[in-house]
């Protein structure tokens, strides 16, 4: 053969080489379930089944929103709530986006040294446990504040298969059996042993909650003013003070929702809507993806020991700035666009190496030139006309404060615990804080939670949550790699194993029987501490991905009872 040819033909193999390398992966097919038009995702069949119901009856994905918030108080008292509050992103059908803030509020009487001795040290269980703990809810008047700008049904036309849910009873799953068994002693020590909080309950039981289902009635009929004034506030605050916390009347009637702009950013060729502060989940993920955007991640396997490594410097270096930089930002300045740009986050990763681990010691807050629990709750819908909401909502701890008011019928929230009642000590979840989420009345703490809606090619390709505490970040962009880096479905990136780290504690956390200790064993070696006790699982993410026909797929982690419903 002549050169010539030769080299011709050497470059035609390359050049299709080349092309085949880069032809994009078929689209996974699959593997959760599937709908044609519209679906919601939560912790319950119960309250996916009510959402999606409403969306067959005409109703929007923000009718659904409320539908499934307020099911979700009833079938999984662990973490859906009227006496807690969350965030929801939203994206509509014509690409506009936005963001609701319905997080608690500390007490107009909170001081910034409320739960210290007079030696300065944090009082042990006074902001985690009681009425102490409580935060003002924002649940009630952030479901209320979509309604009004975004519903199309009445509101007690869709509060009511939710009120008939309470009047007629739901089946206690073996899971839930399990979580009532788990908090019973702490629930009875809270309430002083009395309590009509079904916590001796067996799997196949069947509970219902009259209380809870008149409560919820006055809201039906009164809206905001059904649970924030009236005889709701009365009972209220008055339980909360007879117990000796701090909520008033005047907190309940005082409290507003905010609308915020979401944090927006690109991760290749996916463009990422998530939540803004006072959650620290948009601008954290905005940190993790950005600084791994560099690398071939797909290259490097799912789960690697590359992959492993990178994601957990990257996570290493974002927690370090959340703790130390984010608050409420309608208390604090947040630097968010120092700490969000390219230059900035170019410059964190200078000391990252693959030959051996970053120790925490070593890492800081950023110096840009210019500061939550597994028992929280997520749900994602997708309406007919392509709407999408996605919604975290939270108690804090299993069951909040561990109080129960018998006379309405619910759990109170424990989201004082998410301020830093000393600056440097670590919360329930282990994250130190800093002066930007100090205790201020009226202000919002920091949360980690994380609803996120994610669009590839100007479309809506996922929408995506998980409780989880501290974990919530790392447990959404893992899913989010899953399903775009590793080409997974959406059931299978929801599933697939996760690990984590926060920064502090300085340990890499795998869920259990997910990793190879082999490949823990190469980390330790390059000096990573590993969490070598039985660890808990990490997150229960609730999600759907829009698939290349228009129909949903639906990921309902298996973790937990959380079910896809859709039609």
């Known amino acids: 053969m002549k050169p010539t040819r030769l080299i011709l033909l050497k470059f035609l193999l390359l050049l299709l080489f080349v092309n085949c390398k880069s032809t994009p992966a078929k689209p996974a097919r699959p593997t959760g379930v599937v709908a044609e038009k519209a679906m919601v995702v939560s912790a319950r069949e119960e309250a996916s089944t009510i959402g999606a119901t409403i969306l067959k009856q005409g109703g929007n994905a923000f009718d659904a929103m409320v539908a499934t918030e307020m099911a979700l108080v009833v079938a999984y008292p662990f973490a859906g709530n009227v006496g807690g509050g969350g965030f929801m992103v939203y994206r509509k059908a014509d690409g506009s986006v936005g963001a609701l803030d319905y997080r608690e509020k500390a007490p107009l009487s909170a001081t910034k040294d409320m739960y210290l001795d007079s030696l300065g040290n944090v009082i042990p269980g006074m902001s985690t446990k009681g009425a102490t703990a409580v935060g003002v809810p924002g649940t009630v008047a952030g479901i209320i504040e979509v309604h009004k700008k975004f519903g199309s049904m009445p509101l007690a036309d869709i509060l009511a298969p939710v009120i ?14 399990a979580r009532f068994e788990n908090v019973r002693d702490v629930i009875l020590e809270v309430n002083d042993s009395v309590t009509t909080f079904p916590i001796g309950c067996k799997a196949g039981d069947l509970v219902k909650y009259p209380a809870l289902a008149n409560t919820l009635r006055r809201i039906a009929k009164d809206g905001r003013d059904g649970f924030y004034k009236g005889e709701t506030a009365k009972v209220l605050a008055s339980f909360i003070q007879e117990n000796g916390g701090f909520v008033t009347e005047e907190d309940l009637e005082q409290y507003q929702v905010q609308w915020r702009e979401p944090v927006s950013f690109s991760y290749k060729d996916l463009h990422i809507i998530s939540m803004s502060p006072p959650s620290s989940g948009g601008v954290t993920i905005n940190q993790i993806l950005k600084m791994m955007e560099p690398y071939d991640v797909a290259e490097f396997g799912h789960n690697s020991e590359k992959t492993v490594q990178l994601f957990t410097e990257a996570a290493r270096r974002a927690y370090a700035d959340r703790n130390y930089w984010l608050g409420d930002p309608d208390f604090v300045s947040i630097p968010m666009e120092d700490l969000l740009s390219d230059a900035y986050i170019e410059e964190r990763m200078d000391d990252f190496s693959f030959d051996k681990a970053t120790k925490s010691v070593d890492v800081r807050e950023g110096n840009p030139q210019m500061a939550e629990s597994m028992e929280t709750t997520h749900y994602s819908i997708v309406d007919a006309k392509g709407n999408a909401v996605s919604v975290t909502t939270t108690l804090n701890g299993a069951y909040g404060s561990k109080l129960y008011c018998d006379e309405l019928g619910f759990f109170l929230n424990n989201e004082m615990d998410d301020f830093s009642a000393k600056a440097g000590v670590p919360n329930m979840f282990g994250l130190v804080g800093a002066e930007a989420n100090s205790i201020a009345p009226g202000k919002r703490m920091l949360s980690s939670m994380t609803p ?27 899913t989010i790699l899953n399903g775009y880096e590793f080409n997974m479905s959406m059931q299978e990136a929801v599933d697939a194993p996760r690990f984590h780290h926060q ?5 890499v956390i795998f869920e259990p029987d997910g990793f190879s200790d082999e490949l823990k064993n190469e980390l330790k070696s390059k000096g990573y501490n590993i969490n070598e006790d039985r660890t808990p699982i990490i997150g229960k993410v609730d999600a759907i991905r829009v698939l290349a026909d228009g129909t949903l797929e639906g990921g309902a982690d298996h973790r937990g009872d959380d079910t896809a419903v859709g039609f």
């Not at 920064?503 to 340990?507: A, N, Q």
């Open 164 to 177: 008939a849910l309470a009047d007629s009873g739901v089946i206690v799953t073996e899971k839930q059996a």
């Open 452 to 478: 996120t809606i994610v669009e590839k090619e100007g479309q809506l390709w996922m929408v995506v949550g998980t409780p989880g505490g501290s974990t919530i970040i790392t447990a959404v962009a893992q």
């Open 503 to 507: 920064w502090l504690p300085d340990m």
